[in-house]
């Protein structure tokens, strides 16, 4: 039974199942599980009041990420439970979804606990969409694109409708999680390398640790309704995915320099774009359309830094592991 259009799915009835993927997307879900609480903010709070730890440059790159992940989270969350659920009916999908909006709520939860723990002006934080361009332009993007699958009178019935959703997804799932998140990954889990701000660090990695699933399931999602509406994927529409994603690119450098116009110590602003690169290559590859840029990884400490099965003091901090023994692999 096709994973979206059809009359015959009971999204009741999650056995037998289709999809093994979905199911197993959402037990790695569960291995992952985490709250923002279990991360200790005592060390950022000292350094962010100290006027010697933290250079002007860094604040405000932490502010403008913690701004463009605030509203981004919400954004993801809606188009979960407002669009990609409506539409995908098939139940082990479904289940998946449930745990992803799940942890956008996570994530969501993660920003107001620094935004507390900080004793950030919220209005600041969450204006920060509005009033900063490169916020903006790329919220922008994604929301454009986006925009039609909202409309109640939607369906995906018909090869435009089926384009228009993996559009959809290619928005979110490609491009918001898989595009616009990594420059703030990158520029966050730099400074945390030299520990800067390693509480907001370390809640980071958790949630990149969580987007690499939400992207693998969304790319898993796009390739499944390829093979099941092969009419869909012309050569037009190909072409037209892979110059979203390079505008896309565009837009994230863009934010990467505005960001972090003199880079950070040991890396400069220009490695966040050549950053960019890479990782949209990967993104294309996994959708199964060529690459566009051929870089080399700037960064190959990113890959690492995903790998979170680490091994904590018990006696400094919490124990935040809650992994089963299951063997993740990370994009
Ligand atoms: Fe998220
Ligand atoms: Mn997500």
């Given at each position: ?33 985490w ?27 932490i ?13 993801t ?31 969501t ?7 507390d ?83 907001i ?22 390739n ?20 979203l ?87």
């Open positions: 039974m096709p994973i979206i259009n059809s009359s015959k799915t009971d999204p009741n009835k999650i056995l037998p199942m289709t999809y093994l993927w979905a199911r197993q997307h959402y037990k790695d879900g569960i291995a992952n599980n709250t923002p609480e279990e991360v200790s903010m005592q060390k950022d709070v000292e350094q962010w009041k100290s006027p010697q730890v933290l250079s002007d440059e860094e604040r405000r790159l502010l403008w990420n913690l701004g463009f992940f605030s509203t981004a989270e919400s954004l969350a809606n188009n979960i439970v407002l669009a990609v659920y409506n539409h995908v009916t098939n139940p082990e999908s479904r289940q998946y979804l449930l745990r992803q909006a799940f942890e956008e709520a996570v994530h939860d993660t920003f107001i606990y620094c935004c723990t900080l004793g950030l002006d919220p209005d600041e934080i969450y204006n920060m969409y509005q009033t900063i361009p490169s916020i903006r332009e790329k919220d922008e993007f994604v929301v454009d694109l986006t925009r039609s699958v909202l409309d109640p009178g939607f369906n995906t019935e018909g090869l435009e409708n089926v384009q228009q959703f993996v559009r959809d997804l290619v928005g979110f799932y490609v491009i918001m999680e898989g595009i616009f998140f990594y420059a703030g990954f990158a520029m966050m889990l730099a400074l945390k390398r030299q520990n800067k701000m390693v509480g660090g370390e809640q980071f990695e958790y949630i990149m640790r969580d987007e690499s699933l939400h992207l693998a399931f969304g790319c898993d999602l796009i499944t309704i390829k093979v099941e509406n092969p009419e869909i994927w012309t050569q037009a529409f190909q072409d037209e995915i892979v110059e994603i390079t505008r896309s690119v565009a837009l994230e450098q863009r934010y990467a320099h505005d960001a972090c116009p003199n880079g950070l110590l040991g890396i400069n602003a220009d490695q966040f774009s050549e950053y960019v690169e890479y990782i949209a290559d990967r993104r294309l590859e996994r959708i199964g359309l060529p690459r566009v840029y051929g870089r080399q990884n700037p960064f190959p400490w990113m890959s690492q830094s995903t790998d979170l099965a680490k091994e904590k003091n018990f006696f400094e901090t919490r124990v935040t592991e809650y992994r089963t023994g299951a063997s993740l692999t990370w994009d």
